[in-house]
């Protein structure tokens, strides 16, 4: 063979070679191109996957505490999540929320306010006798136990927290009066309102095992100052009503009514919230500024404050009140404390106490702001007064649970389930 002809063989080979190299690379190439496509695309709806899970949660907790259209909004946020097909779940979703808007009835039951004093976090403590009577404490406060108890029974019965300040509306058609607002919630649901009296824990409980005060922690959130028996200072999300309620609803966002949770009544002879913010201590400025920021945190979570009067005397038990001291209480009150915890049309009243509406001592209160005005009772219904309304509240204590169990288990809870075994046996004489 002639060398040149060997050559061509040899180039013609090694071309053939190449071509079929390339080819190879070529569609090997092609078929990576492919499969990183694929990949790409796995990858982009694993994303639209998870970014759909996350909002289908998000919607999911605002739907359980009823904020539907907010719920539903945020479903039609991103409409790259929703397919058109009929089964979508957002879709789905968002038809199941709408059911649930247009299906709220007006509620026309019985009128549920129940109230609480600030918790007995050491019950060995405050039956002990060392500090203030048992007796008292026995009868009118509720340990933590019997609290944390509570809540879920109230929540198996269909309460739902509901805000104090939506029982009420301005009566556009009577300038100056108001009327009961329309309350819907879904069927079977019952609207229900819980207050705490006397959240400035005073002095003398100090030594009983109650909280110590509330403290604004680095979270953002309303905690519990608690001294143990030990002595320890601590930070605790149960040493009252306030974090316990906050806590419980962040759970069971069912159980409140957007975000709905107390009303805090103080007074103000000792401060407000544990802060001696009225005797001119030289720390006074600083513990107003804490009180203003713990209160208004507060009030972003669902919480409104009431005016408990000021010096909680005994004048307004035995009925010797006079003129002069509810215009001193009530004014001491405005001026000395509502600037911190906000203004406030809510008056809850000492020991629980009544007027008659034309009472001169009533009207002074109403004509200062105070529509909505919530003594002792379990007449369970609210009586309307032109400017004003009188909503009766019913006490969840030693003193209920021992002698009205057969009340509180038709309305509440089985007593027997939530009394706690720490409390001495109660007797009356
Ligand atoms: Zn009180």
């Not at 990576?32 to 949660?57: C, D, F, N, P, V």
């Not at 009961?180 to 879904?186: E, G, N, R, T």
């Not at 001119?280 to 408990?308: R, Y």
């Not at 005994?314 to 405005?334: H, P, S």
Request: proline letters at 5%; charged letters at 25%; glycine letters at 8%.
């Amino acid at each position: 063979m002639k060398k040149s002809m060997k050559a061509a063989i040899v180039l013609g080979v090694v071309a053939i070679v190449s071509a079929g190299i390339l080819i190879a690379y070529q569609s090997a190439n092609a078929s990576y191109a492919e499969s990183r496509e694929e990949e790409a695309r796995l990858e982009r709806e694993q994303i639209l996957e998870q970014k759909k899970t996350e909002l289908m949660e998000k919607a999911e907790k605002l739907y359980q505490g009823y904020y539907y259209d907010e719920a539903i909004s945020l479903l039609q946020s991103d409409p790259a999540l929703i397919t058109t097909a009929t089964d979508d779940a957002i879709t789905l979703k968002v038809n199941e929320i709408q059911q649930a808007k247009s299906s709220l009835v007006k509620y026309e039951g019985p009128v549920e306010h129940v109230f609480f004093h600030s918790l007995i976090i050491y019950p060995e403590q405050a039956f002990d006798n060392k500090g203030h009577p048992a007796q008292g404490y026995n009868m009118w406060m509720t340990t933590v136990s019997e609290f944390k108890k509570m809540l879920p029974e109230l929540e198996k019965r269909g309460y739902v927290l509901y805000p104090l300040s939506e029982y009420i509306e301005a009566d556009t058609e009577n300038p100056g009066k108001i009327k009961l607002k329309d309350i819907y919630l879904p069927p079977g649901k019952i609207p229900l309102v819980i207050s705490i009296d006397d959240v400035n824990y005073y002095d003398y409980m100090k030594p009983d095992g109650f909280a110590n005060r509330l403290v604004l922690g680095d979270d953002g959130r309303v905690w519990t100052e608690v001294i143990t028996p030990e002595g320890k200072t601590t930070l605790t999300r149960d040493g009252d009503v306030m974090p316990i309620l906050d806590d419980y609803v962040d759970d069971h966002p069912g159980f409140s009514w957007k975000g709905a949770k107390g009303t805090m009544a103080l007074t103000g002879y000792q401060g407000a919230l544990g802060y001696r913010i009225t005797d001119g201590l030289p720390q006074e400025a600083e513990w107003k500024q804490i009180v203003m920021k713990i209160a208004d945190t507060m009030k972003a979570n669902g919480w409104s404050f009431a005016c408990h009067s000021y010096t909680h005397n005994g004048y307004f038990r035995d009925g010797t009140l006079t003129m002069k001291q509810i215009k001193y209480d009530t004014d001491r009150w405005i001026e000395k404390i509502a600037p911190y915890v906000g203004k406030t049309n809510i008056y809850i009243s000492p020991f629980g106490v009544n007027f008659k509406k034309d009472d001169p001592r009533y009207r002074y209160l109403i004509d200062k702001g105070y529509q909505i005005y919530c003594p002792v009772g379990n007449g369970r219904r609210i009586a309307v007064n032109g400017d004003n309304i009188v909503m009766p509240r019913v006490n969840l204590d030693g003193y209920s649970m021992n002698r009205r169990a057969t009340e509180l288990e038709t309305h509440y809870f089985n007593v027997s389930e939530i009394l706690d075994p720490k409390r001495p046996a109660l007797v009356i004489n």
